[in-house]
């Protein structure tokens, strides 16, 4: 595989389940990003994971938990979500420290929360 | 907090013909990096171009093209003999430490043939 891969693709999931969301890279990066994609909203940043330690937290309700094991693995962990979370989470990844550089997406998890 | 602000919801170019997307933003920094990012139906984010705020030179990358104003917060992406493939949402993004981008809300760009 390569460049920068989500598990699952899409997942439909009930208010009180709990889930994980998976993003992988494969270039080397040292920061990986989760981002929220709404329908009517421009992407928000979620949280940002740099030499892994978390640098940003977005005002994320606490139901949305990452967890970064190493720099080419991150997961988004969700509990007790409410409908209007469904939406495109996407993961990016780029160089630490690199401003000007370019950030590499997944293709994003469509979830549903019912 | 920095904001980006894209105008326009949808925009619509005959191909060969050359299309111009609108991109402001607001910051009180004065180094930065502006970015348009290009996202196809159902298919992955990927940069189109970027420009550095200290540079006045305008960057340009094959067909794509970026009018930067630094006084007036103006950054656009001017897309020169359009082609089918370039049918896309269009993201401007705003980069000014180590948090990730702002994006601004995007432009939905149809090709007709």
């Known amino acids: 595989e390569t460049g920068v891969t989500q598990t699952p693709r899409h997942l439909v999931m009930g208010m009180t389940n709990k889930k994980s969301l998976k993003c992988e890279q494969h270039l080397g990066h040292n920061a990986m990003y989760w981002y929220k994609q709404s329908a009517k909203k421009p992407l928000e940043l979620m949280f940002v994971y740099s030499l892994e330690e978390r640098v940003e937290n977005n005002s994320v309700p606490s139901r949305f938990s990452p967890e970064c094991p190493n720099s080419s693995h991150l997961f988004l962990h969700l509990h007790t979500l409410q409908p209007e979370d469904s939406a495109l989470y996407l993961c990016?990844?780029?160089?630490?420290?690199?401003?000007?550089?370019?950030?590499?997406f997944g293709p994003g998890t469509r979830l549903t929360v019912t | 907090a920095q904001t980006v602000t894209q105008s326009q919801p949808e925009m619509s170019v005959q191909e060969a013909e050359t299309v111009t997307l609108s991109c402001t933003y607001d910051?009180?920094?004065?180094?930065?990096?502006l970015f348009w990012y290009k996202q196809p139906p159902s298919r992955q984010m990927i940069l189109v171009i970027r420009?550095?705020?200290?540079?006045?030179q305008n960057a340009t990358e094959n067909r794509f093209s970026v009018n930067f104003q630094k006084a007036a917060k103006s950054f656009s992406l001017k897309i020169s003999d359009s082609q089918l493939g370039d049918a896309a949402m269009y993201f401007c993004?705003?980069?000014?430490?180590?948090?990730?981008?702002?994006f601004g809300a995007g432009t939905r760009l149809t090709v007709k043939p």
């Open positions: 990016a990844s780029s160089h630490a420290g690199d401003l000007r550089g370019e950030q590499y």
């Open positions: 993004a705003y980069r000014g430490d180590l948090r990730g981008l702002r």
């Open positions: 910051t009180s920094e004065s180094d930065y990096y």
């Open positions: 420009q550095e705020a200290y540079k006045q």
